[in-house]
């Protein structure tokens, strides 16, 4: 077979941002665009010659085609073999999952994870290191540096290699290993949840739906949900991954999981529903009539995992990200254990994890995961809520009352301004940035303003620092807001507007969030200025 070197030149823009590098397909699709950025990965890593690496994606349009082009990459550079999930698909914390059980030196995930899939919707990479998580900034900074610097890439001349069914097969000497996408990761769910007393929850009637949302982790919530656990069938919906994940929006929150969202405030609601995001990472818990804030289960889950086997000793230390709420914070301080408080995206938790310091994490975004693998994990989060409802045998409303009644509750609250201009969006951080030395003190829509600060992050394992995480103004009473710019959009710029607000009064924790945070929702807007910038008379999306 014949190894080709094609002749290219650096593409402008191919910054790994907070998970991997986002374009619109149509980008990606673009003579050398792909090829540039994988033949990157490989010099930044200092190349992949004799080595080991996953492969798989959350099956969205142009999905097979990259994984086609990623093996006859690696085979060019003379990796040894690559393992690939059958059809090229495997969602993230699978791939992650696999590349830790065969120790294999890194891998690439093609996704852009809750980003709608399609010709003209987006896709993205990531490349993950040998301990199964994102690759750290070290990392992607070489990858970016190495896109800057490319004149050349290699690629073996081949015809696709089938991977539609489980085997191996070779590719100009490397070997190809097609795997069942599910298996492993099933088996890693059973050595941490008490299945029977799940399947004996379900035997006793309970009644869930899990919207898998048409994207890759329909495959394995039917295999564990309905397969090994017994839940009747139709229980998961919307299981089979399409590449355009049904012309929706694969990210699992009240707005673009609204028919779950309708179905769970209804009069037939099941009692517990969930959805997950694209690349199957994320996840969305709602009770019968109640639906919990991924800072409050990250809470919940962390005050209660001793209830499953694979927690059963208990938490090392639990880690945030900073915009995340204080819920957990107030679980940690209670079972006597650290918190850590980390920059937006999963990359920052890998430390942690490695070193036996945190062993649940979580992001209001969604995302949470424990030490079983290193990337958050949708399905996880469900089946750990699952053990301990099996274990409590209470309804979801009730453990939230439980948990607010003991913990106080902190009401929370994130407003998205998407596509918006990227110069406005730059200068009302810059403009912020540059009053917040002034800002304590001031009173602002009624707020006094207590500290202003922006966040930075010493990484407490590996001495690294990361700055510019995050402006962060704190008012009197201890309410916050949070503001900093998304890194995972492909089209101008995403503001992120974080509120927060600790209650602990009992006759004040069943307010309307919105209503609650409305004194810091007004202080947030006027300090930055945001409608006069944005040209927005309201967010584009509350969660
Ligand atoms: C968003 C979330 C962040 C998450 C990241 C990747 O990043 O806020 O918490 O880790 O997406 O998640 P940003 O920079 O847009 O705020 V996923 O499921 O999209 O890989
Ligand atoms: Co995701």
């Not at 397909?25 to 010659?49: A, C, D, K």
């Not at 190495?146 to 590719?171: C, N, W």
């Not at 919906?237 to 699992?252: C, L, M, R, V, Y």
């Not at 209660?304 to 915009?323: F, Q, V």
């Amino acid at each position: 077979m014949k190894i080709t070197t094609v002749k290219t030149q650096p593409i402008d823009g191919q910054k790994p941002g907070t998970s991997g590098l986002r374009k619109k397909t149509r980008q990606f699709m673009q003579p050398h665009y792909l090829e540039n950025f994988i033949q990157s990965i490989w010099n930044g890593i200092g190349g992949v010659h004799d080595k080991v690496l996953v492969l798989g994606g959350d099956g969205r349009y142009f999905n097979d085609r990259a994984a086609q082009v990623v093996l006859r990459m690696a085979a060019a550079s003379g990796a040894a073999r690559v393992i690939v999930g059958q059809g090229a698909l495997l969602s993230t914390p699978a791939a992650s999952n696999l590349i830790r059980q065969r120790r294999a030196d890194g891998g690439i995930i093609l996704s852009a994870s809750h980003n709608p899939g399609g010709p003209d919707e987006d896709f993205g990479v990531k490349y993950n290191i040998s301990n199964g998580g994102p690759a750290p900034e070290d990392v992607t900074n070489r990858i970016f540096a190495a896109t800057q610097e490319i004149s050349e890439y290699h690629i073996v001349e081949a015809q696709d290699v089938d991977l539609s069914r489980p085997g191996k097969t070779a590719l100009a000497g490397m070997v190809v290993e097609v795997v069942d996408p599910v298996v492993d990761y099933k088996e890693l769910m059973q050595g941490l949840f008490d299945f029977d007393a799940i399947r004996a929850l379900f035997a006793s009637g309970f009644q869930m739906r899990f919207d898998a949302m048409h994207a890759v982790t329909g495959p394995y919530a039917r295999a564990i949900i309905e397969g090994e656990l017994g839940a009747p069938a139709g229980s998961v919906i919307n299981a089979t991954p399409s590449p355009d994940f049904g012309g929706g929006h694969p990210d699992p929150n009240p707005i673009w999981a609204k028919p779950l969202m309708d179905l769970m405030m209804g009069a037939e609601a099941p009692d517990f529903g969930a959805a997950s995001d694209g690349d199957g990472d994320r996840n969305m818990i709602v009770g019968r009539g109640c639906y919990v804030t991924p800072s409050d289960s990250l809470a919940v889950l962390a005050a209660n995992a001793h209830m499953a086997p694979g927690y059963r000793h208990g938490l090392k230390g639990i880690a945030r990200s900073m915009p995340t709420s204080g819920a957990a914070d107030r679980v940690a301080e209670a079972l006597g254990i650290p918190c850590f408080e980390t920059p937006t995206g999963w990359k920052f938790f890998g430390t942690l994890l490695d070193a036996g310091r945190a062993t649940i994490c979580g992001e209001e975004s969604a995302g949470t995961g424990s030490d079983h693998v290193r990337e958050k994990d949708g399905l996880w989060a469900v089946l750990l809520w699952l053990n301990i409802l099996a274990a409590r045998r209470v309804s979801v409303a009730s453990l939230i009352a439980e948990h607010w009644a003991r913990f106080g509750r902190n009401y929370y609250s994130r407003h998205d301004y998407e596509g918006i201009d990227s110069t406005a969006a730059t200068r009302l951080m810059d403009d912020l940035r540059a009053r917040l030395p002034d800002l304590p003190g001031q009173v602002v829509a009624g707020m006094t303003v207590s500290g202003a600060d922006e966040f930075a992050y010493d990484d407490p394992v590996d001495g690294s620092h990361t700055g510019g995480q995050g402006i962060r103004i704190g008012f009197d009473g201890g309410g916050r807001a949070v503001f900093r710019l998304s890194g995972t959009g492909t089209q101008g710029a995403t503001l992120r507007v974080y509120l927060e607000r600790y209650e602990s009064d009992a006759a004040r924790l069943g307010m309307e969030s919105q209503e609650a945070l409305a004194g810091i929702i007004a202080a947030a807007g006027e300090l930055a200025g945001i409608r006069a910038r944005t040209g927005r008379e309201s967010p584009d999306v509350i969660t």
